[in-house]
């Protein structure tokens, strides 16, 4: 279903979309699944996100659906992980002091989606999470 678009790959890391990446979404070309330049023209959204046991700060993300967003990640204390199931992403948030997470997927489906610490931090482990809502 989804293919990668070495487009939206810069060297940031994981590049991925919410629903389809590879063919941009409207305003795309009608039918033929080539890699349009249009990509690095689409607007970007820079969020900041905080990881610390147990809570992402903001928990709470909205986005423009047709955006690029970046997610940049920085975490008050031990690493975090960063799972976003239906952008197939799931990597880590270094540590404090350690850099930090960049990331970029295209938001292309309008919809709510959670994301949640995936690397075991704590007794609230299980809790830390938020949501992306992607509005139309
Ligand atoms: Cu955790």
Do not use: W
Not at 11 to 25: E, I, N, P, R, W
Not at 85 to 101: F, H, N, S, V
Not at 102 to 109: C, D, P, S, V, Y
């Amino acid at each position: 279903m989804n293919r990668n678009n070495p487009q939206h790959a810069p060297a940031l890391g994981a590049a991925v979309l919410l629903a389809v990446f590879a063919l941009g979404s409207a305003g795309a070309t009608g039918k033929a699944p080539t890699l349009p330049q249009e990509a690095p023209e689409k607007p970007v959204q820079r969020i900041r996100i905080t990881a610390e046991r147990f809570s992402f700060t903001p928990s709470r993300i909205k986005v423009k659906a047709g955006t690029i967003v970046e997610i940049v990640a920085e975490s008050e204390d031990t690493s975090h992980g960063f799972h976003l199931p239906d952008a197939g992403i799931d990597t880590q948030i270094p540590a404090r002091g350690k850099g930090e997470l960049r990331l970029r997927f295209e938001a292309t489906q309008p919809g709510t989606y959670f994301f949640e610490c995936s690397r075991p931090c704590g007794a609230g482990h299980n809790t830390m999470r938020g949501t992306i809502v992607v509005e139309d």
